[in-house]
C-alpha cells in the first residue's frame, strides 16, 4: 500500500474511533483539553479534504494524544 493511502486509511480509522466516544469534562481544565481534542478533529478533516495526509494523520493523533493524557489526570472521561 502506498504511503499515502495508508496515511488516509489510518486517519481514517482513528477519526471514526475518537468520533464515537463520548468525551465528558470533569473540570475547567478539562473543559480546555476537550476543546483542544475537537480542535484537532477538526483539524485532521479540514487537512483530509485538502489532501493533505501527514497533517490530517498528526492531527488526529494529537487528539489522541490529548484525550489519553487528560483521562491518565482524571480531566476526561468517556
Do not use: P, Q
Request: charged letters at 40%; glycine letters at 2%; one cysteine or more.
Amino acid at each position: 500500500m502506498e504511503t499515502k493511502e495508508a496515511l488516509k486509511t489510518e486517519t481514517e480509522k482513528w477519526l471514526s474511533k475518537i468520533e464515537e466516544k463520548n468525551i465528558i469534562a470533569k473540570t475547567e481544565k478539562g473543559e480546555e483539553f476537550k476543546k483542544n481534542i475537537e480542535a484537532y478533529i477538526s483539524d485532521s478533516k479540514h487537512f483530509t479534504e485538502k489532501g493533505d495526509c501527514v497533517r490530517a494523520f498528526e492531527a488526529i493523533i494529537w487528539a489522541w494524544a490529548f484525550l489519553e493524557i487528560s483521562e491518565d489526570l482524571k480531566l476526561l472521561e468517556t
